[in-house]
């Protein structure tokens, strides 16, 4: 696959990091924190949520222990994706510390979606992978950038990763041959809204729906 077809794969990606990495480089902006802290944040750390959480944390002087801790819980979900990329990645030469590294939400989507070739399964997973990281942090720099030029109303703009993501996970419900995990994982999502508390709602549902899947998943691919 040419590296134009795989950039088509990635434009999803890029109309909803781009503007959302604007709204973190102009948040930064706001609160005077430098534009560089920007780029360095979205290179070393990359983790759009996270990297938003840090800033009102850092707004709120919590100390490193309360950052690390809020962080860890935040993103614990992403053990979930890397447990179900493991036997993908197994076999990829030094290339997998990345692509563990920049398996985001909506990575992970499209990594899922797409049906590679083994032979060409590294490459194009990291090229996936480093596109998407470059989209944010051009958003980034961008919105820090504009923050300390212009006035910016940003509101709202933290939708569009949401979106995004609903959008990437359609695809994938429709690329799959089994529908049923999916049934199942959204039942336990919408079960979890209306009785797990709401700041835990996210990763005990995760788990439920991991060890209800895990427990089945000899009869749903019987069922395929």
Request: glycine share 6%; proline share 3%.
């Amino acid at each position: 696959m040419k590296f134009f077809s795989i950039f088509k794969i990635t434009i999803p990606v890029l109309m909803g990091y781009v503007p959302l990495g604007m709204a973190f480089g102009l948040l930064l902006s706001k609160l005077l924190i430098p534009w560089y802290y920007a780029f360095f944040m979205s290179i070393f750390i990359f983790a759009g949520s996270a990297q938003f959480l840090a800033l009102v944390l850092f707004a709120s002087q919590a100390t490193v222990l309360e950052v690390g801790i809020a962080t860890f819980l935040l993103n614990l979900r992403h053990m979930f994706y890397g447990l179900s990329m493991v036997s993908v990645f197994k076999d990829f030469s030094w290339k997998k510390h990345y692509l563990i590294f920049g398996l985001t939400d909506e990575t992970f989507a499209l990594l899922k979606t797409r049906d590679v070739g083994e032979k060409e399964r590294e490459r194009i997973y990291l090229i996936i992978t480093a596109l998407n990281q470059s989209y944010w942090v051009i958003g980034s720099v961008i919105g820090a950038l504009l923050g300390n030029i212009l006035p910016f109303n940003y509101k709202g703009l933290e939708f569009s990763l949401t979106a995004l993501f609903v959008v990437l996970s359609i695809d994938l419900y429709k690329k799959s041959k089994l529908h049923k995990p999916f049934m199942i994982a959204a039942a336990i999502g919408f079960i979890g809204m209306l009785t797990f508390p709401s700041d835990k709602m996210l990763i005990l549902s995760l788990g439920l729906a991991m060890f209800t899947l895990i427990l089945f998943k000899k009869a749903l691919e019987n069922e395929s």
